[in-house]
């Protein structure tokens, strides 16, 4: 069964850190890019970072480099995000997602050309 399955989120303090895990079944983790994405409430959902299928290359968002890291561990079929530096705008729902494809293009930052999805897990970035 294709699984993505989030966990690592919580409450944190401004500041602090939180490393995010997904862990991958179903399918071969490194033919596929990886990504991760957020949603705020109210918001549309947005992409945060993205792998390639061997961990070569690594590409953020504007509002988080330099403060969160991508990594994945093909051999253990997880992807990480780790967040430092949090702020209080980072406050949302975030998802493992599956890339259809080996690389990270332009358009897969659009949640729209996403089609395997986690169930998210909530980060809390509040004093």
């Known amino acids: 069964q294709l699984r993505l399955v989030e966990s690592g989120g919580g409450l944190v303090q401004p500041g602090g850190s939180l490393r995010l895990s997904c862990a991958a079944s179903?399918?071969?983790?490194?033919?596929?890019?990886m990504g991760w994405f957020r949603q705020a409430p109210g918001k549309e959902r947005e992409g945060v970072s993205c792998i390639s299928s061997r961990g070569g290359t690594t590409k953020y968002g504007d509002s988080v480099k330099g403060r969160f890291t991508i990594s994945r561990d093909n051999a253990k079929n997880t992807v990480y995000l780790e967040m430092n530096s949090l702020k209080p705008e980072d406050t949302a729902i975030y998802y493992c997602a599956r890339v259809p494809g080996r690389v990270c293009l332009t358009t897969h930052w659009k949640a729209s050309e996403i089609n395997v999805w986690g169930q998210g897990t909530q980060v809390t970035v509040s004093s």
């Open positions: 179903g399918f071969t983790l490194d033919s596929y890019a």
